[in-house]
């Protein structure tokens, strides 16, 4: 005998809103600029983080910095919902980098400008401040490039293109660690990204910035901060830089800009050893970013800000 259920409305409304919203589900972000950097934060969204829409709209200009520029945009998500944000904030002559905060992403707080290399007065540069959240200790860890004349053996890098690696921890971005050195592989290296596979399990994807190789490698550590060794062969060609990384199934997905080519590429691993090309699709003019995971309702509400009708 087959039993039969009237279901409430009620119910029917609201497990369809449900369903609807699971269906729209988690999105991707993508933080971008477009050269020559004065303009400021542009988004990239995608559903499936391999084919990338432009919300063309400028959602933060640029106001701190020297040469107020906006560079290699990084951002995070803090564990109370605020999004985070850090930048590149000149070529050379600062010796901090930008940072403001939002809530939905449309709305920003008061830039500040964050001088974390003050110390080191021989300082040319800060390049491409990467964030990353350490949920294990409760903090926000914030890496990025430098250039200290004579510091480092040069091998065949001019004395102010010779880059490592430094960081700087912080609870709140109102008071930060001292920076000190955080990766030096015996080469320059810029363009580095904390990836967390698993407990006790983390990833450098870097760029490899000596000539003549300027591509991405990857180093690996037990913990955030490192240390990272074993550092891999390069996986992609010369001339590439700015990697993004994200986890779409059981793929990581590496996106780079292959920048003689004036485009971006990707490649996918499974175990960040072997590493093949992906096909992805973004748009002209995109620059280094990172890649980070919103509710699909985000998307939405940007491009009703923006008044894009992609």
């Not at 596979?197 to 490899?208: I, S, Y």
Request: net charge positive.
């Amino acid at each position: 005998m087959t039993n039969h259920y009237k279901l409430p409305g009620v119910f029917i409304v609201m497990f369809t809103a449900s369903l609807l919203s699971a269906c729209a589900g988690n999105q991707y972000l993508f933080t971008s600029f477009h050269e020559p950097a004065d303009e400021g934060l542009r988004f990239l969204y995608s559903k499936d983080a391999r084919n990338w829409t432009d919300l063309n709209h400028i959602f933060l200009k640029p106001g701190v910095g020297t040469q107020k520029v906006m560079r290699d945009p990084s951002i995070v998500r803090g564990p109370d919902g605020t999004f985070h944000l850090v930048w590149t904030s000149s070529w050379k002559g600062d010796k901090g980098f930008g940072y403001a905060s939002s809530k939905d992403l449309a709305h920003w707080s008061e830039q500040k400008f964050v001088p974390v290399m003050e110390n080191e007065p021989a300082t040319v540069n800060v390049w491409a401040p990467e964030l990353f959240y350490d949920a294990d200790n409760g903090q926000f860890i914030i890496i990025w490039a430098s250039t200290i004349p004579f510091r480092f053996p040069k091998g065949e890098e001019e004395e102010e293109n010779n880059h490592r690696m430094y960081y700087t921890v912080t609870k709140d971005f109102n008071t930060f660690s001292p920076a000190k050195l955080f990766y030096d592989g015996g080469f320059s290296v810029i363009d580095a990204v904390i990836v967390k596979r698993g407990k006790a399990d983390f990833v450098l994807v870097l760029k490899d910035n000596t000539r003549p190789n300027r591509n991405i490698r990857v180093s690996y550590g037990k913990t955030a901060l490192g240390p990272y060794t074993g550092v891999s062969p390069a996986f992609t060609s010369r001339f590439s830089e700015g990697p993004s990384v994200v986890k779409t199934g059981d793929q990581w997905l590496i996106y780079y800009d292959a920048y003689q080519d004036k485009k971006y590429n990707a490649v996918q691993t499974a175990d960040f050893k072997i590493f093949t090309d992906a096909q992805v699709s973004v748009p002209a003019g995109h620059k280094h970013g990172t890649i980070i995971k919103v509710a699909g309702k985000v998307i939405k509400d940007l491009k009703k800000y923006s008044g894009s009708s992609n």
